[in-house]
């Protein structure tokens, strides 16, 4: 059964601090992973993505990490802001399928 | 414009009433999608069109009904709901169906049943 998970649940972090978010994953066959941000009553909106050949990704202050063989990916957030505070999505796409993981709900503190 | 407009932005109805989601796009994205989430849930997909043709139901209640009138628009027609039926419908689209897709997301319709 394809799964994704996400660790941890829940974060808080003082603001202009680094944080590592973690997603696993049992998708296969493997396609592409993405992280979205979604913004409380919002819909969630792509930060990254991520496909087999690549190991890291950069998107401004966000930095996605993925190792195919043991089927992890994380998300590093560099000098957190007040803005950041979301939930963070891992999305892994098989050839047909989409699976989502439950979220890392952050809460970056002044 | 990379916008998928949902109308109304909150919704709150009765067991008895008839309403209707809205959701619009000008990407000429031929893929769009509802999808329900819960609070604190991740998003469940509900149903999918592909060019104006429904190409995906994962089992809803007739309760739910949708309607893609042209490759712009996407609504959701809604009758007899239930209060587990409250939660935040999201509508999306993409380029393609496949799920190599980028998925552009709305801001919801947060929807309460009384």
């Known amino acids: 059964k394809n799964q994704v998970e996400q660790s941890p649940q829940s974060l808080i972090i003082l603001e202009g601090k680094n944080c590592t978010l973690q997603?696993?994953?049992?998708?296969?066959?493997?396609?592409?992973l993405r992280w979205y941000k979604q913004d409380t009553g919002r819909g969630p909106v792509s930060l990254t993505i991520?496909?087999?050949?690549?190991n890291t990704k950069s998107n401004g202050r966000y930095t996605a990490t993925l190792d195919a063989d043991t089927k992890q990916s994380s998300l590093h957030i560099t000098a957190s802001q007040l803005s950041d505070s979301a939930s963070y999505i891992c999305v892994v796409s098989g050839y047909s399928t989409l699976t989502f993981g439950k979220g890392t709900m952050l809460l970056v503190s002044p | 414009d990379t916008e998928v407009t949902q109308t109304p932005k909150h919704l709150v109805m009765g067991m008895t009433n008839k309403k209707s989601l809205k959701c619009e796009q000008h990407?000429?994205?031929?893929?769009m999608y509802w999808y329900k989430q819960k609070a604190k849930k991740p998003p469940e997909l509900m149903f999918v069109?592909?060019?104006?043709?429904?190409?995906i139901n994962e089992s809803v209640p007739s309760r739910f009904s949708p309607e893609c009138p042209n490759s712009s628009l996407l609504n959701l027609h809604l009758h007899a709901l239930q209060p587990e039926d409250s939660a935040l419908y999201l509508c999306?689209?993409?380029?393609?169906?496949?799920?190599?897709?980028?998925?552009?997301f709305g801001s919801g319709t947060q929807l309460s049943v009384l």
């Open positions: 997603c696993n994953y049992t998708v296969s066959p493997f396609s592409n």
């Open positions: 999306a689209s993409s380029q393609g169906q496949g799920a190599n897709e980028k998925l552009f």
């Open positions: 991520m496909t087999f050949s690549e």
């Open positions: 990407m000429g994205h031929r893929a």
């Open positions: 069109y592909s060019y104006e043709k429904l190409s």
